[in-house]
């Protein structure tokens, strides 16, 4: 277990190296410039150049990215061009909003999702089998950016229920900040529960056909028994699959979305700087959300020999 | 809008079961946090809530020529000179208009006694000298002045002489312009980067959190002029406590937070929510026209537009109302004129309207063929970032092809496209836009020497030498009318005409006036 583990740690950092290389290789490929869009439309070539030699973008590709790297191993992300502050302090400033969205919104993903694929699973073919299904891919097939604008609409507009965008004004406490988070996480929520609920059905459906379910129907154990400790339960592996990813990809940045909402987190973090082409946060924070997304795989992997025992490592 | 008439408000006894309790529950959780819906978000009480495009790129107005930070921070530092509603340069910390010498090349500048700093300190030519000279070192207007520079002295303490070697007949609007601008601050603050920002403005800074807001907040000590305000000139007041710059950068969500009432401004709207904004009943819209205008640039050094004639022969095939009528919609969101500068300037001319605007496909073959044009992709450099740029791409390549041009349209992002301008081996045209100045020399760029479009002809540097040496008003305003001329004959950019600005506030806003960049002195909420 212990050599399964070092073995799975060593290849993370594979991986975060080559990440870390492509990232930076890849940021410097895209045309932009970060000196040209931080002195404005008025300023002439001279300022550019003098300001590209500020930042040491004007040495060659292959020294920057030593320079960087060296930092990196470190632990130092550098710092931005345009926030003027640390890379790390920028992304922990953003850290808030992200993860509470994130989880959020896998809770109502999976509130929805789970439910749903199960119910749809027992009643297979039925009337609300093909409900769910139609709105599991009309769930998948609506985008974020719309459904969000229609909740604005609604329920900041309209009803004035909820804030429009943004994040609590300066000095929000922590219940306020995290009511604006309601409607982006239910937005989210919504568009993700389509693939939960999908993989929940489609998992549910192979272990409900099984000969041990048959068998605990016959010892005469109550349906809700059946269907949901000993269907869900051996059904649960891809479903935490699904589930994980997902989690991933949100605390990634739910790009759109935290745009749309105008929510200060890592997405919008990252969009901000591939506008701006702010070299050091790009990477910096393309490293993080690597990282993050590196360790919830990890942790699925270890919560797999918990809900399966024949799982080994 | 009348709210809904919730289950729990009807007044209607009844039992309840676990159920409805719980929603009652959660209900009531959700109006504990709201206090009462959107009124809750509209932070009522002093604080003006501002949307706007996106996050500074600095808060150093010295920093960068963009707008956004010269808009936040000319709240917190203010200049010698500013401008009144009708873009004529007044005093602002300077007692008056300085004393220019017949030569033009010395100023006599007072400055207001007794004007104080954020730090409760009087400011003094100390401060001045030292923040002009940041200005002149860091940006390009300031640069410009810098080279025509003898000295810069003391007077007293509170009197300065600027001595020039060369006459700078905008010397004045220079320091006046709100942007990369002539921002007075302690001296004792002045350092690359700012490590604090300490200036005299109505209002101080507080607080910046990347991607959430700037706040500012009023500053009691402030030192008013007496006069009646006239857009940034005159008298100025803090009628609010706090100023909320928020970055909001989707304009779907800056329209639908001013009419929710969350903001009570919203900058850079898409002129398609005019008639949204002013039928919510809620938030009024707000033009600012001209705000300012569209300019193509030509790649006068490389390539095809190299030749004069191929450069005519494309100002004379653009149809610039369709190409405004594409980018903006509605006639009341912009104007075609073939004049760069309104007709109460100095500087207004009308030479131009031979070949402004005239779609003349037969008139631009003649010259392509006496160019001996060879059918080389005319490259038009556009991004989509701004939409009514890439919008005048669009129509514009149509108006090329019927004249004998081919094109190719090259969309790219921003950031890509002042990147690729810098390399006259990338384009032939590219797109841009500029506020509406009222100086010359502060708009637009390709005056500039060595400016992408690299335009250096002797007809341009004689008409401007002539120009810039000239200090009578009179006499400039038709020195100007010879370099329109020499722009229309040889190309350099194509000014397509003028556009509005499209802003919302709300109907409690009061005593805003609409300029080229907003500012909330004097605002109150009613």
Same mark, same amino acid.
């Given at each position: ?313 | ?188 603050? *002045?350092?690359? $980067?700012? !490590?604090?920002?300490?200036?005299? &403005?109505?209002?101080?800074? +507080?607080?910046?959190?990347? @991607? %959430? ?32 710059? *928020?970055?909001? $950068?989707? !304009?779907?969500?800056?329209?639908? &937070?001013?009419?929710?009432? +969350?903001?009570?401004?919203? @900058? %850079? ?258």
């Amino acid at each position: 277990m212990i050599v399964a583990l070092g073995r799975r740690l060593a290849g993370m950092l594979v991986v975060m190296f080559i990440v870390a290389t492509m990232v930076f290789f890849l940021t410097r490929l895209a045309p932009g410039d970060p000196a040209a869009l931080m002195l404005g439309d008025q300023a002439s070539i001279a300022d550019v150049a003098h300001l590209r030699k500020t930042y040491g973008l004007d040495r060659p590709i292959y020294v920057q990215y030593a320079l960087w790297l060296k930092e990196v191993v470190q632990g130092n992300l550098g710092n931005s061009i345009f926030l003027q502050r640390p890379v790390l302090t920028a992304i922990g400033e953003r850290a808030e909003p992200t993860f509470f969205l994130a989880l959020f919104s896998i809770l109502i993903a999976a509130a929805i999702g789970v439910p749903a694929g199960i119910a749809s699973a027992v009643w297979r073919g039925r009337v609300s089998d093909q409900a769910v299904s139609g709105g599991s891919m009309l769930a998948a097939s609506i985008p974020s950016f719309w459904l969000g604008l229609m909740f604005i609409q609604l329920f900041a507009v309209r009803l004035g229920w909820f804030p429009v965008a943004g994040y609590g004004p300066p000095g929000a406490s922590f219940a306020e900040r995290l009511y604006h988070l309601i409607l982006p996480a239910t937005v989210l929520g919504i568009v993700n529960s389509a693939l939960i609920t999908r993989f929940t059905r489609a998992s549910m459906l192979d272990v409900l056909s099984e000969d041990f379910i048959r068998t605990a129907r016959a010892k005469g154990l109550v349906e809700s028994v059946v269907v949901l400790r000993h269907g869900l339960g051996n059904a649960l592996v891809p479903i935490i699959t699904v589930v994980g990813l997902t989690a991933a990809l949100l605390i990634g940045g739910a790009i759109v979305t935290e745009t749309v909402f105008g929510l200060p987190g890592i997405g919008n973090l990252v969009v901000s700087a591939v506008l701006r082409r702010d070299y050091p946060v790009i990477q910096g924070a393309l490293i993080v959300i690597a990282g993050i997304y590196v360790l919830i795989n990890f942790t699925i992997d270890m919560i797999y020999t918990l809900v399966d025992p024949r799982v080994k490592y | 809008m009348s709210k809904p008439t919730h289950p729990w408000n009807s007044g209607q006894h009844h039992g309840l079961n676990r159920r409805e309790l719980a929603g009652l529950a959660l209900g009531a959780g959700a109006l504990a946090i709201t206090s009462g819906g959107r009124d809750a978000f509209a932070q009522a009480g002093g604080s003006l809530n501002l949307a706007m495009i996106g996050e500074p790129q600095t808060l150093d107005p010295m920093a960068s020529t963009a707008d956004l930070p010269s808009l936040i921070m000319m709240h917190v530092y203010e200049s010698l000179y500013t401008f009144d509603a009708k873009l004529n340069a007044r005093p602002m910390l300077a007692v008056d208009m300085p004393k220019v010498s017949a030569d033009g090349l010395t100023y006599e500048i007072e400055l207001r006694k007794g004007v104080k700093l954020h730090s409760g300190r009087d400011l003094d030519v100390e401060d001045v000298i030292a923040s002009l000279k940041r200005w002149i070192a860091m940006t390009p207007r300031g640069k410009s002045v810098g080279a025509a520079l003898a000295s810069m002295e003391a007077k007293g303490a509170n009197g300065l002489t600027i001595k020039l070697k060369s006459p700078v007949p905008a010397l004045v609007v220079h320091m006046a312009l709100p942007s990369g601008y002539a921002a007075i601050m302690a001296k004792e603050t *002045i350092a690359t $980067p700012l !490590a604090s920002y300490v200036g005299t &403005g109505p209002f101080k800074f +507080q607080e910046r959190k990347p @991607d %959430q807001f700037v706040v500012l907040t009023k500053f009691d000590g402030y030192s008013a002029r007496s006069e009646a305000a006239s857009g940034y000139a005159g008298k100025r007041e803090a009628k609010v406590a706090e100023l909320r710059f *928020i970055p909001v $950068p989707n !304009a779907n969500t800056r329209v639908e &937070g001013a009419i929710a009432g +969350q903001y009570h401004f919203a @900058d %850079q709207l898409p002129v398609e929510a005019f008639r949204r904004i002013g039928g919510s009943g809620s938030a009024k819209p707000i033009l600012m026209m001209p705000y300012g205008f569209p300019y193509m640039v030509t790649n006068t050094k490389q390539g095809i537009f190299a030749n004069k004639k191929v450069r005519q022969a494309f100002q004379l095939a653009l149809n610039e109302t369709e190409m405004l009528a594409a980018a903006f919609g509605d006639e009341k969101f912009y104007r075609t004129t073939a004049a760069h500068f309104p007709p109460s300037s100095p500087f207004h001319s009308r030479v131009g309207e031979n070949v402004y605007n005239k779609a003349d496909a037969v008139g631009a073959k003649k010259l392509l063929a006496e160019a001996k044009y060879d059918g080389t992709p005319v490259r038009i450099l556009n991004s989509k970032q701004y939409e009514f740029h890439h919008a005048m791409a669009l129509v514009m390549a149509e108006h090329l092809k019927a004249a004998g041009f081919n094109t190719q349209l090259d969309v790219v992002d921003w950031a890509t496209l002042v990147q690729r301008r810098a390399d006259p081996a990338l384009y032939e045209v590219y797109i841009t836009h500029s506020s509406f100045y009222p100086e010359p020399m502060l708009s637009p760029p390709p005056l500039s020497p060595g400016a992408p479009g690299w335009w250096d002809t002797p007809a341009k540097n004689a008409a401007l030498a002539a120009f810039n040496s000239e200090s009578d008003p009179v006499k400039r305003g038709a020195l100007w009318a010879k370099v329109q001329e020499v722009i229309y004959d040889e190309v350099p950019y194509i000014r397509v005409g003028e556009f509005a600005a499209l802003a919302a506030g709300s109907m409690r806003l009061q005593g805003y006036v609409p300029m080229p960049m907003p500012a909330f002195w004097n605002v109150s909420l009613g």
